[in-house]
Structures are given as structure tokens and as C-alpha cells.
């Protein structure tokens, strides 16, 4: 594309040449990513319709909700109330705060008194700092309770094309069978765009990652990172 196209080409067509294809590329790529970046939330969207489906006359087993933005476990709550058989399972909990204080918090008092009186199974995670992390606790969660057939993970709509990336190169077995809800965001201003644009880099980079590194080193990180707390 960009080496000379003619024996008779002169320098200043071959420089236009080489702009218009360059802008070519450019135009190209950021079609592509600006594609991409608005399908990350169309693309929850669509895994809420599936789970919206799957548990429109019954209850998922579990429920497990990722913290680390806004209305993640005041919604989890919600849910939890239409479904007080779930197991919910709360992952990246910060080391000061109690279910109690989570719920003091994030929890309407409507809300928050139906959960106290249909005294709903609750665990709390505390180790983990990210979303590789929160995903090798879940997995764990789910493997010390083999009984928990149906689960529910919710988070952000931009976080759940990554957790479901990460989480099936970890469960690839027909059992759990995993569904995800989340929170939908408003995209209406340049800080929630910004946020789509993050989560698109960690995407990518997170698929790269897992290629690479693969499931055990990523493992081995995170017991580092455990030890060293």
C-alpha cells in the first residue's frame, strides 16, 4: 500500500498516496473501536434478557455480585428479595465493613428489612482487589457449594463482557450454569464514556493475559497477592 505504486510516481503523489492510506487505516480502526465500544453495554443487555428468561418462574441458586461501582449491591439486594432462597455471595468486600454496614448502606430500609426478616444465606469475600480476583473467589464459592446449579452474577452493564470472558476460561462445564444481570449505565456524560473506554483496553488485555499467562499463573497471582497481605 504504502511502497511506490509506479516507475513514474513522483514524491509528492506518493506522499498523498501514503496519507490517504494511512487515514484509511486510521478511519478504519477507529470505526472498529468505536464498535466495539458501544456494543459493551448492548452486549449486557443482551445477557440480561437471558437471565430474565431463565429465572422468569424460578429462583437462581446464587447470586453473586462483584463490588466496586455504584448500585452494584443495592441491586443485588433487589434481587435477593424477589429470590430469598439464593445463596448470595459478595466478592471484594473492603475489610472494615460487616453485611450489616453493607446493608446500612446500600440497602433501602424496605429492602433492607426483608432481608433481616427472611434471613437470607449471605458470604462475604474479602480478598479480592480486582476482577480476576473476584472471579477466582466465585469460582471457589461455587466449588465448595457443588449444589448451586443456577447462578446470577451481577455487575456493572461495562463489566460483564470481562467477567464472563474471565470467568469461562475458568468453568467450562455444562454445571453451573452461569447467567449475568447488571447494572445499566447512562453513558451521558464524557466520565461514563471514559469508563467504556477502560473496560474495552482491559478486555483486550485480559485476553491476552489469559492467553499468555494462562489459567494457573493467573491463579498463582492472586495467592501472591493474597500472601502478601
Do not use: C
Request: proline share 3%; aromatic share 10%; glycine share 6%.
Amino acid at each position: 500500500m504504502f511502497g511506490r505504486k509506479y516507475t513514474f510516481e513522483s514524491k509528492t503523489t506518493r506522499l498523498k498516496r501514503i496519507f490517504i492510506g494511512v487515514s484509511s487505516v486510521s478511519l478504519i480502526s477507529l470505526a472498529l473501536i468505536i464498535s466495539f465500544i458501544v456494543y459493551i453495554p448492548i452486549y449486557a443487555k443482551m445477557q440480561k434478557g437471558r437471565a430474565a428468561g431463565a429465572f422468569f418462574q424460578k429462583s437462581p441458586d446464587a447470586i453473586a455480585v462483584f463490588t466496586g461501582d455504584r448500585g452494584r449491591i443495592s441491586y443485588a439486594l433487589d434481587i435477593m428479595t424477589k429470590n430469598p432462597s439464593a445463596k448470595l455471595f459478595i466478592s471484594g468486600v473492603h475489610a472494615a465493613n460487616s453485611f450489616q454496614t453493607l446493608l446500612n448502606a446500600q440497602a433501602n430500609p424496605a429492602t433492607a428489612g426483608e432481608v433481616v426478616n427472611q434471613g437470607m444465606q449471605v458470604e462475604l469475600d474479602y480478598a479480592s482487589k480486582n476482577t480476576f480476583q473476584n472471579v477466582i473467589e466465585t469460582v471457589r464459592f461455587l466449588a465448595k457449594n457443588p449444589q448451586l446449579d443456577k447462578v446470577l452474577i451481577i455487575s456493572s452493564d461495562y463489566h460483564i463482557m470481562r467477567i464472563k470472558l474471565i470467568i469461562s476460561h475458568f468453568i467450562k462445564t455444562k454445571k453451573p450454569e452461569l447467567y449475568f444481570d447488571s447494572v445499566p449505565g447512562t453513558y451521558g456524560e464524557w466520565s461514563d464514556v471514559r469508563k467504556l473506554l477502560k473496560e474495552a483496553v482491559k478486555i483486550v488485555r485480559s485476553a491476552i493475559q489469559l492467553k499468555v499467562l494462562g489459567e494457573e499463573s493467573v491463579i498463582e497471582e492472586h495467592d501472591e497477592v493474597q500472601a502478601s497481605n
